[in-house]
């Protein structure tokens, strides 16, 4: 089946620093990533489009400049949170979207997640 | 405006006894609608959409278009069917993004 995966995990970091998220589609090619932020028990907050090759979507109220995404290749994305401040702090998902063999309906695949904390 | 809306934030029933898990959504055209689950500590995922008409674990769920619902049902909840549970919707012509609805959580005592 189609696997994406996130790395690291869980980070902490001190306030100021920059903190990069991967995103991988481990067995098909991902033409668009989506980047989520959850709080606990609350829902999905698309944050961004991310397209192979080109400059992301962001969504009303994201600031660009902070999250920054780059979707180098079909399989890898990137989130990077610069200048990390506490209220930073969240869970952030990606997802991966899914097309021809893998999927007929451009089903997106769901990362685990990466918990930041910024101290 | 795009926007998804489940009323309830939490459900709780007991093993055996029917759910319900209403869903909204407000869209000027004809989306797709999902139902995603976690389960604790799990990745979200796909359990169905309204597409492929079919049942996933004991569930179903039908679009309403003049009601604009989606509600998700179950006769007999077992106490695995404890997870949040977000609806979610997809319009055209967006680049594929999904809106999620506020989620509910379902708790299923024994």
């Given at each position: 089946g189609a696997v994406v995966s996130q790395h690291p995990s869980r980070v902490i970091c001190k306030s100021g620093t920059s903190v990069k998220i991967e995103c991988r589609s481990l067995d098909f090619q991902a033409t668009t990533m989506f980047w989520y932020r959850q709080f606990p028990k609350q829902s999905l907050m698309l944050m961004a489009t991310s397209n192979e090759g080109s400059k992301a979507t962001y969504e009303q109220g994201v600031e660009k400049d902070k999250f920054l995404i780059n979707h180098?290749?079909?399989t890898l994305s990137t989130l990077t949170v610069t200048s990390?401040?506490?209220?930073?702090?969240s869970f952030y998902i990606c997802s991966a979207g899914a097309s021809g063999a893998v999927s007929s309906y451009n089903e997106q695949f769901f990362g685990p997640g990466t918990r930041l904390t910024v101290l | 405006a795009q926007r998804v809306t489940q009323p309830e934030k939490l459900l709780s029933v007991f093993k055996g006894a029917p759910v319900e898990l209403k869903c909204n959504y407000s869209y000027s055209g004809s989306p797709e609608l999902f139902w995603y689950v976690q389960y604790s500590r799990q990745r979200l995922q796909l359990l169905?959409?309204?597409?492929?008409?079919e049942s996933i674990k004991g569930f179903t769920a039908d679009l309403n278009k003049g009601e604009t619902s989606f509600h998700l049902k179950k006769p007999f909840a077992q106490e695995e069917d404890s997870a949040m549970y977000y609806c979610a919707l997809r319009g055209g012509n967006q680049g594929g993004k999904l809106i999620f609805g506020q989620g509910t959580e379902l708790s299923v005592k024994p």
């Amino acid at each position: 089946g189609a696997v994406v995966s996130q790395h690291p995990s869980r980070v902490i970091c001190k306030s100021g620093t920059s903190v990069k998220i991967e995103c991988r589609s481990l067995d098909f090619q991902a033409t668009t990533m989506f980047w989520y932020r959850q709080f606990p028990k609350q829902s999905l907050m698309l944050m961004a489009t991310s397209n192979e090759g080109s400059k992301a979507t962001y969504e009303q109220g994201v600031e660009k400049d902070k999250f920054l995404i780059n979707h180098a290749s079909l399989t890898l994305s990137t989130l990077t949170v610069t200048s990390a401040h506490p209220e930073d702090s969240s869970f952030y998902i990606c997802s991966a979207g899914a097309s021809g063999a893998v999927s007929s309906y451009n089903e997106q695949f769901f990362g685990p997640g990466t918990r930041l904390t910024v101290l | 405006a795009q926007r998804v809306t489940q009323p309830e934030k939490l459900l709780s029933v007991f093993k055996g006894a029917p759910v319900e898990l209403k869903c909204n959504y407000s869209y000027s055209g004809s989306p797709e609608l999902f139902w995603y689950v976690q389960y604790s500590r799990q990745r979200l995922q796909l359990l169905l959409r309204h597409i492929s008409r079919e049942s996933i674990k004991g569930f179903t769920a039908d679009l309403n278009k003049g009601e604009t619902s989606f509600h998700l049902k179950k006769p007999f909840a077992q106490e695995e069917d404890s997870a949040m549970y977000y609806c979610a919707l997809r319009g055209g012509n967006q680049g594929g993004k999904l809106i999620f609805g506020q989620g509910t959580e379902l708790s299923v005592k024994p």
